[in-house]
């Protein structure tokens, strides 16, 4: 053991943050690797236990194992940190003993090289250990030390081989099948049939020279479709003047044929399956993040040179739907819904699709770009939403899926942040400026909250 390490504090207090002895420890944060850094998720038992477990920011907490000795582990809610950080009036939570009145729990088994990075309280700076420091603080303070992590290499997505998808969803039910979780899916992927009015509104999709009419009439067979469409152009988001009475002139006076289509297609595929009420998405959550991305890839596209632009109304209604497998996933494994939900409250650190393929050996992605294939929807659509997370897709019908890339990448919340991290090939192939995109963003900052919760609102109707 080291002499520095013989001097640590095996339980610091709140006042010890300003001590020379961590003082002299700050670093610049951009000297961690995330191999490096630790991180901690805030737990609770049924009983009230809390617990602070401690792992590598290159990995993910895995419940199941943390639960094996019996205790029902759940993360605590954001706001419950939030409201901790202020009390503490810190900005981040440092991995500490003795910090917190709760005890630790470690794991350190995938922490690459010599040191050891953790928070500060400073968003800057973090505190730096050697590994062999760090693992004689907690063995001083006692702190238990558990496998309980998994690098996300050993979980990564398939992203590159789409033709595997069907087998990927095949193997994935039956795997949880055979752990008796009965399931939605079973011999052949069965989800309900498209409702009568996305079976015409595909119809005409598949037509030329479709007039405003044909469409007019298909949406009012669908007297609860039709009243949400005039609700939308009647929206003040749309500021039309006058009163929008018909769907005829909600297509020809506000929205035009293409968005009115569109916008009638994701209406209907969204009565088709509920919205789980478990979850960190809450109605307004889900749809809010629904309505955002929309809007903001149909002004992306507004952006791009007029030759280069693919259709606008595919490319909102892609937006709109980006999230149509997380719907999917509640209705075809619901008993593991509950437990994947619980596993992405105590990661909010890890991509989705990661906890996706830990849990189900398939990402929401997938499922939702085969069950879209299986519909007939059009096939730009099926590859957006398949490949919408991956910044380096060139192939067929590339534009709808950078779209939706970019779009995820400024609607995150530390968004000004990862804007560094996009490749400027995506923003060249699709002919935009980062300066576009970015006054793209701050025109949607822009719009006035009444106005986005009423869309949200007319979104939210489609729940059962």
């Not at 706001?79 to 350190?108: E, F, N």
């Not at 009444?450 to 609102?457: A, C, F, K, S």
Request: aromatic share 8%; with cysteine; net charge negative.
């Amino acid at each position: 053991m080291s002499q520095d390490a013989m001097q640590i504090k095996p339980n610091y207090k709140l006042a010890d943050l300003n001590s020379e002895d961590l003082l002299q420890r700050l670093v610049p944060r951009s000297l961690a690797t995330p191999n490096q850094l630790l991180r901690s998720t805030l737990l609770q038992a049924v009983d009230g236990f809390n617990l602070q477990a401690v792992y590598p920011a290159h990995c993910l907490l895995d419940l199941q194992k943390l639960n094996s000795g019996g205790t029902d582990w759940r993360a605590r809610s954001p706001d419950y940190r939030r409201s901790l950080l202020a009390d503490l009036k810190l900005q981040s939570l440092p991995a500490l003993p003795g910090i917190l009145s709760m005890p630790l729990c470690v794991d350190l088994r995938h922490v690459k090289g010599d040191w050891v990075f953790i928070e500060s309280g400073n968003p800057e700076k973090l505190l730096r250990f050697t590994k062999e420091e760090y693992q004689s603080l907690i063995e001083a303070a006692e702190a238990e030390q558990d496998k309980f992590t998994l690098p996300l290499t050993e979980t990564r997505p398939n992203l590159d081989y789409p033709q595997q998808d069907e087998n990927e969803i095949r193997s994935a039910v039956e795997a949880i099948t055979q752990q008796r979780v009965r399931a939605r899916l079973s011999e052949s992927i069965e989800i309900a049939p498209l409702p009568l009015s996305s079976r015409h509104l595909l119809g005409l999709k598949s037509k030329e020279d479709v007039s405003g009419t044909e469409l007019a009439n298909v949406i009012e067979m669908d007297p609860s479709l039709a009243s949400q469409v005039i609700s939308w152009a009647n929206s003040p988001y749309y500021g039309a003047p006058g009163s929008i009475r018909s769907i005829q002139d909600a297509v020809i006076r506000v929205l035009g044929f293409d968005l009115t289509m569109n916008l009638a297609l994701g209406l209907a595929l969204s009565k088709q399956i509920r919205l789980p009420k478990d979850g960190v998405h809450g109605h307004k959550h889900f749809w809010r993040d629904a309505l955002l991305r929309a809007l903001l890839v149909e002004k992306l596209v507004r952006k791009m040179p007029p030759l280069a632009r693919p259709y606008t109304g595919l490319a909102y209604l892609a937006g709109l739907l980006h999230n149509f497998g997380y719907l999917v996933l509640a209705e075809v494994f619901p008993p593991y819904f509950s437990l994947y939900c619980r596993n992405q409250e105590a990661n909010p650190h890890v991509p989705s699709m990661y906890l996706e393929r830990f849990l189900f050996g398939i990402t929401r992605e997938q499922i939702a770009s085969y069950l879209f294939t299986t519909w007939g929807l059009p096939n730009e659509m099926c590859v957006a939403i398949r490949q919408q997370h991956n910044p380096h897709y060139t192939g067929e019908h590339f534009k709808y899926a950078n779209l939706l890339y970019l779009a995820e990448q400024y609607l995150q919340t530390n968004w000004e942040q990862g804007l560094t991290r996009i490749p400027a090939a995506v923003y060249d192939r699709l002919q935009l400026s980062p300066e576009d995109a970015l006054a793209v963003r701050q025109e949607l900052d822009e719009l006035p909250s009444e106005q986005m919760d009423d869309l949200v609102r007319l979104l939210d109707t489609t729940k059962r």
